[in-house]
């Protein structure tokens, strides 16, 4: 069974056709995760593979058809699909090649993901076959999707809200979890743990780092380091909920913080205050970001002040100089100010929230406006 | 930090070199999450982003030189890597890309992954303008990757035999986790946390299923359908430890379990036994297949019945009729039988090896032969 009523997934094919339709697309041509999911609810962990291929077309009109490996038709035909074809894989390759093209070859002009937050879950040999095997035009999917899915539905924003406010729960717990001595391995695990506690399903992304005034990178894994008194640490988490993904973090001092760390966080905390007063339908994503980046004064190497997030951990609009994206109703957000501390070290803090014909809602408990000491 | 001595990473840019150099290739091109981490140790959850393209162009000879964005640009620095060079990122398309064409712009043959378990990370729109940009002629780095990374050195087979470990103690604790009543949610959830308090840094994968004789497929998310007495239980986990994965099932019966099943499971085990007797070096993947295939009878829709691992959930060879691949020392295999039990109801177990120069090695707690009844 879908994650969502049916009328969920017909009204996102009836948005997408009519997009189509504007834009003389004839059709869709699909392979990843979030495009599949998005329009037919098909939801596995069985991505992790790289393996197997997953294609879906959506045409002008009418319901799409899967084309996927036999080890999924079941779970493919629990979606919202019309035909679901299956073939024999693994094969030695090109394994749904031959019906693929049967598949697309009626459209003149098919649209794929190309561009901004797109890549290819296929052979690139076999993406070239196919290409040279058909007369048609191809154009870039991403601007259409970006408008389609940019915009969460009632159904899509309570699952985002849900899962935002077990990130909050967990995020409170974290002076029972951490402290001095505890390696960031030992840390993360207990963080992880205490978000599948709250109620997440997965946690696909965990991430932090910590010392004295902040720390290097906002990427790394855990490590062995083990925290000591005067540490800031950071947890930042996409946990996941029906297959939505909230994106936030936490600061902590451990016993006590440096006097830059604590300037930094209420520095933090009014460049996402300025961001709450800018986040309005109209404004534009670079508007939002100069507001914030406003009281930041120079910048890190994040290269963005927040962005949009559903079914990926990061989704369009980017928060950033170029990004002219207006945003309006119904958008989910991170807010994720940034700023260097000393030597290298740099803080940040994430919220996220929820583009309303007025005000934002905040999806996740706003952090304090001074930095914690536990 | 890498998470092996620089002697590892050092063993395998020569063994790619030489081998680049016997195939007359002059650079390979880079993406995605496992290349850069074979090659340079770099790891970070941060893939799940979609947003940020990571490249990594590996000459005949010297070091490999890193393209990233800036957020990524100092733990690229702590790999194996020679040049790190940074762009501003997100910044509206493009980002990179003058400079990763300067940079293959002296290489007459480049090769990256485009066959099996490949795909393109980055925009393909981009990667279309950077073939017209060169006059490269580009090659499949696909088979000389599958032989590069298909045999693991001591210290990957170190690290996977610790979460296969640690997935091993996951799974003798389901007795306590598992039971009538619980939602397959619960279950999940349960077994999840259980993973990560025996030392699990994450649970990228965990599928499974239940019913009187097993389930239906075995690729499906956790369902809020309660557990009852006569269910078979199946869960299927890909935890991880330094990036490396384990990939193994166990099956349970909860309070009793129906005639048919248990011949089901005890078929599975005999056919793991003829995959343990055939798994020699030398033996062929198909030959492994065949070995069990001949005690199951006929097949599920799975289309194989194991593959490797390794830093992919799934790698080459595939235990299926159409891999000729020979086995060796070092090969980290699953061997995965399925069988058909009744009504679209299956049963599959899975068992982590080691190919060695006698015996193979088995990374996971060999399961019981008979079904186990909780």
Excluded at 137 to 152: C, F, G, H, T, Y
Aim: glycine content about 10%; hydrophobic content about 50%.
């Amino acid at each position: 069974m879908t994650d969502f009523p049916v009328a969920e997934y017909e009204a996102r094919l009836a948005r997408a056709q009519a997009a189509m339709a504007m834009a003389g697309i004839d059709a869709l041509f699909l392979n990843t995760e979030a495009e599949l999911n998005w329009f037919t609810g098909f939801r596995t962990a069985f991505w992790q593979s790289p393996t197997r291929r997953w294609y879906l077309v959506v045409p002008r009109d009418g319901l799409p058809t899967a084309l996927v490996p036999r080890i999924g038709a079941a779970l493919m035909r629990d979606g919202f699909v019309g035909d679901v074809l299956a073939f024999d894989a693994p094969a030695g390759g090109n394994e749904g090649l031959g019906e693929l093209t049967a598949l697309l070859r009626p459209h003149a002009r098919i649209a794929t993901p190309m561009g901004e937050e797109a890549s290819l879950r296929m052979a690139l040999a076999e993406f070239d076959a196919l290409r040279a095997a058909l007369g048609a035009e191809w154009v870039d999917a991403s601007p259409l999707l970006k408008r389609l899915q940019m915009i969460k539905s009632p159904a899509e924003i309570a699952v985002l809200r849900e899962i935002c406010t077990i990130g909050s729960r967990a995020f409170a717990r974290l002076p029972e979890l951490v402290g001095a001595g505890q390696t960031l391995e030992g840390a993360f695990r207990a963080f992880r743990i205490a978000l599948l506690e709250e109620g997440a399903e997965d946690v696909p992304y965990l991430v932090g780092g910590a010392g004295p005034n902040g720390y290097v990178d906002v990427i790394s894994p855990a490590s062995t380091r083990a925290l000591v008194a005067g540490d800031v640490l950071m947890l930042d988490t996409g946990a996941r909920l029906g297959g939505y993904f909230c994106d936030f973090d936490r600061n902590v001092a451990i016993g006590r913080a440096s006097e830059a760390a604590c300037r930094a966080h209420e520095t933090l905390w009014r460049a996402t205050e300025a961001g709450l007063a800018a986040a309005r339908p109209g404004t534009r994503a670079c508007d939002l970001f100069h507001a914030m980046a406003g009281v930041l004064g120079t910048g890190s190497d994040i290269g963005r002040l927040g962005h949009g997030l559903g079914l990926r951990l990061t989704e369009w609009p980017s928060l950033a100089p170029h990004d002219t994206t207006v945003l309006a109703p119904g958008m989910v957000l991170t807010l994720e100010p940034s700023v260097m501390v000393a030597d290298g070290a740099m803080m940040v803090t994430e919220e996220n929230i929820l583009i309303t014909d007025g005000a934002p809602e905040l999806l996740t408990r706003r952090a304090e406006r001074e930095l914690p000491v536990i």
